[in-house]
């Protein structure tokens, strides 16, 4: 625990200006990001006496070692560097809200050729409009399915669309109307995206006109007797209006707003947006926080307009956003947004009306929301603490182990052997943190051999940037730092790379090391340790068969009591180390096995690889194709395509595929 007074910067020292700040631990891992209209005042109030901080303040100051600062010209640039900084970084002790569950949303890829209509998860992709998010996957599909009689958008895949192109037939949507057949020309590319901005349209709230329009060609085919028509587009409108149903109305006019609602208690906060298009409820999404910062509603609805608009632009930032309080830098928010939307938008508390009574419900939402998530986490916070702790009494370790990395060993009967490791911090996995490895300096199996390799691959690294950061001596490890590439005596910044911004790899040590094995692993991983005279990180092996932990040097394995939370962590991280290793290698043999007689051609990259088998179609034609109809493909030059020519001309031809239920050779077409 650091003293704050030791890393105080001097009086006059901070400029008084608007600016971002960042506070670093020992590791200068950024622990904090925070900004301000006068730095000098901001930071000035972190290092009054602790006993007058808020206690979440007291830790983060006291866990800092170092703090710096960025210099910027107003308020809404610290805004966005700040945002960027948070997101970058990924500080601890930073509000940073969760969704509670990925809410799926409608999307229309309008960047394809042929747009298509499905139901998308995760973060949003250049080239697609979104609608949503929806709260189930299902309310989505029963939206399309009414309104694809309307709107024959393609909602097919790649594959199924690239098939029916070859045969010749669209498949079982084409037939019953609900699917234009872009993939056997019934319509133009034009025409088809026509449509897919007509569905656009409409589900953009541009609905009383589309409606209009229907009713009056009705009208008109009624009119000249033309009775199934009249029909037909009498039963589209009630398919349009059914949809609308599903979006209750809460506001007569076309009001396009976000409205967000806040529920918290002293540790947890709870976030609900109700997205609002064309006066109508189009999407719900909640979001979740641990409070690891001192912050009131206000600072909650702050960080909660950074999240949920800092990726967004132009019409996903709606005209008005409602909020239950309003933060100390709306005017910077306010403009920050609008640069986003590319026009103004109103940022405010409703006081009355049926913006007020809807603010209501979304707030009972989130009360609700946090009422679910304590009750599904209350155990959770205990649970992974009592785990730690006990592996902490158990492995005799001076703390808990809050960062723990587990090794596993993975291959197929010795060819491609890799090694995986995972990160747990604080009971919890840390994916981005997650490392994989090619074993080099042996053929064939020997899993105590591989452990001993990766694990000083590991920590060789990690001394690596302890040297170049100028907080390793370089006599320390018996020179063998430097063996993987790196510079002794270079110092650049901390674990921070300083030229990508991101944390170098293998940055930050473990207090305990879990290999996936018994005695053999557990002592090569020590004898790895030892031999780089690493001695304060403490290594144990979880032996499947029996689920033992041994420690080095121990002839008798530890034994954790089978409801014991430690060994379930255990459990837990070695068996993710296990599946993360054998995905890897599943890769590596997937790749082995497709690599072709193009992949032996010196020169020929995989742009030029797939270039070649789009034009011929297939290896098989490629093979028998001249040296002139090689040079046809673009990009493939006389020289390259006579290397082709030369190896597929030595190469021996694939085995034929037989159909096992006919015995029918499949030829390669």
């Known amino acids: 625990m650091a003293d704050p007074s030791s890393y105080r910067p001097k009086p006059g020292q901070i400029p008084d200006s608007p600016g971002v700040y960042k506070f670093r631990d020992e590791h200068g891992r950024v622990i904090y990001v925070g900004k301000a ?110 309104m694809l009689r309307v709107f024959p958008v393609r909602t097919c895949s790649a594959g199924v669309f690239k098939r029916s192109a070859q045969i010749g037939r669209p498949c079982l949507l084409g037939y019953i109307g609900k699917c234009a057949a872009p993939c056997v020309g019934r319509v133009t590319p034009d025409e088809h995206r026509e449509l897919a901005e007509e569905f656009c349209d409409f589900m953009a709230g541009r609905t009383g006109t589309y409606l209009r329009r229907l009713e009056q060609q009705m009208r008109e085919a009624a009119g000249e007797m033309e009775y199934e028509r009249a029909a037909r587009l009498r039963d589209d409108i009630e398919a349009l209006k059914r949809a609308l149903e599903k979006n209750a109305v809460v506001f007569n006019d076309a009001t396009d707003a976000d409205l967000i609602a806040v529920a918290e208690d002293e540790l947890e906060a709870a976030v609900q947006i109700f997205h609002v298009r064309a006066g109508r409820v189009r999407g719900q999404r909640g979001w979740v926080t641990d409070k690891v910062e001192a912050v009131d509603t206000a600072g909650l609805v702050e960080h909660a307009l950074q999240q949920l608009y800092g990726d967004e632009k132009g019409e996903g930032v709606p005209k008005e956003v409602l909020v239950p309080a309003m933060p100390q830098t709306a005017e910077a928010l306010t403009q920050w947004l609008g ?122 690294r990690y001394l690596q940037e302890k040297q170049k950061t100028g907080e390793w001596d370089v006599g320390a490890a018996g020179g063998e730092v430097g063996a993987e590439g790196g510079e002794a005596g270079e110092a650049v910044g901390g674990p921070i790379d300083p030229e990508t911004g991101r944390p170098r790899k293998f940055a930050y040590p473990p207090q305990l090391v879990v290999v996936d094995g018994g005695q053999p692993q557990v002592a090569a991983a020590q004898r790895a340790l030892a031999e780089l005279g690493i001695e304060d990180v403490a290594v144990c092996g979880l032996a499947k068969r029996l689920e033992e932990v041994w420690l080095p040097d121990d002839d008798d394995p530890v034994i954790l009591p089978r409801t014991s939370e430690g060994l379930y962590l255990l459990q837990r991280i070695r068996d993710e180390a296990h599946r993360f290793a054998i995905s890897y290698q599943r890769t590596k043999r997937s790749k082995s096995m497709k690599a072709g007689a193009l992949d032996a051609v010196p020169g020929l990259g995989e742009t030029r690889r797939q270039a070649l088998l789009k034009h011929f179609g297939s290896l098989k034609r490629l093979r028998a194709a001249t040296v002139e109809q090689i040079c046809e493909v673009p990009g493939i030059g006389r020289r390259t395509a006579e290397t082709v020519a030369a190896a597929l001309a030595g190469a021996a031809p694939a085995v034929p595929a037989v159909n096992t239920a006919t015995g029918e050779i499949i030829e390669d077409e």
């Open 339 to 460: 640069e986003r939307r590319g026009s103004q938008v109103s940022l405010r508390v409703p006081q009355r009306g049926d913006k007020k009574d809807l603010m209501v419900t979304v707030q009972r939402n989130a009360q609700q929301a946090l009422a679910l998530h304590k009750t599904k986490r209350a155990s959770d916070l205990t649970t992974r603490s009592r785990a730690l702790e006990e592996i902490s009494v158990a492995l005799e370790l001076e703390t808990a182990p809050l960062r723990i990395e587990c090794f596993d060993i993975s291959h197929l009967q010795g060819d491609d052997v890799v090694a995986s490791m995972v990160v747990f911090e604080d009971g919890l996995a840390r994916k981005s943190e997650y490392r994989r490895f090619q074993i080099k300096s042996f053929e064939g199996q020997d899993d105590v051999r591989s452990m001993h390799e990766v694990i000083s691959r590991r920590f060789r």
């Open 37 to 146: 209209k006068s730095l000098r005042q901001r930071l000035s109030s972190y290092f009054q006496d602790i006993a007058n901080l808020h206690q979440r303040t007291a830790t983060m100051v006291t866990t800092a070692a170092s703090v710096e600062w960025t210099v910027v010209g107003t308020e809404v640039e610290a805004l966005q560097l700040e945002y960027s900084w948070i997101k970058e970084f990924d500080p601890r002790f930073n509000v940073k809200y969760r969704d509670d569950k990925s809410y799926p949303s409608l999307a229309v890829t309008m960047g394809e050729e042929f747009p298509r209509v499905q139901v998308m998860r995760g973060p949003k992709k250049k080239g697609v409009r979104y609608f949503g998010p929806y709260a189930h996957a299902w309310a989505i599909r029963e939206t399309v399915d009414l």
